[in-house]
């Protein structure tokens, strides 16, 4: 224990010092808060309008990630159907004890089932909350 209250003291201890060494490095150019809020708006308005004017289109973007995300969706099918199918059997044949261990996979399951059948709800929600920033 008393190593490691030595380690920790040492560690505070450069910390401090890195700190004050570099303390004069920073420089706080605005005196007030209303100053500080205009440069932050300025600095917001500023990259609102440099967005605007890239015209930036996404369409190619998510045009090519169309195929890719059906092309999972029919994987992410298949492999649901055969763990819904081996656990159905493995169900069918085991004992009560290791059945209710069954019914805890299967939540797991189930959330997979959501996601994967649910990818191009989430995909347009990304993409709606994307384009808006």
Do not use: C, H
């Not at 010092?17 to 932050?40: C, H, P, Q, R, W």
């Not at 967005?51 to 369409?59: E, P, Q």
């Not at 290791?98 to 990304?126: D, E, M, N, R, T």
């Amino acid at each position: 224990m008393k190593r490691y209250q030595k380690f920790l003291l040492v560690t505070i201890v450069i910390n401090l010092l890195i700190g004050l060494v570099y303390l004069n490095k920073f420089e706080v150019s605005a005196t007030t808060v209303k100053e500080m809020e205009d440069k932050a708006s300025g600095f917001i308005q500023a990259g609102s309008d440099a967005a605007t004017s890239a015209n930036f289109d996404t369409k190619p973007i998510t045009d090519s990630f169309t195929g890719l995300g059906q092309l999972l969706t029919m994987v992410g099918a298949g492999v649901m159907v055969a763990v819904v199918s081996y656990m159905g059997i493995k169900y069918l044949m085991s004992s009560p004890d290791k059945q209710a261990a069954l019914k805890q996979q299967l939540i797991g399951v189930v959330v997979a089932g959501i996601v994967i059948f649910g990818a191009y709800g989430i995909w347009s929600a990304v993409l709606k909350v994307v384009s808006n920033f």
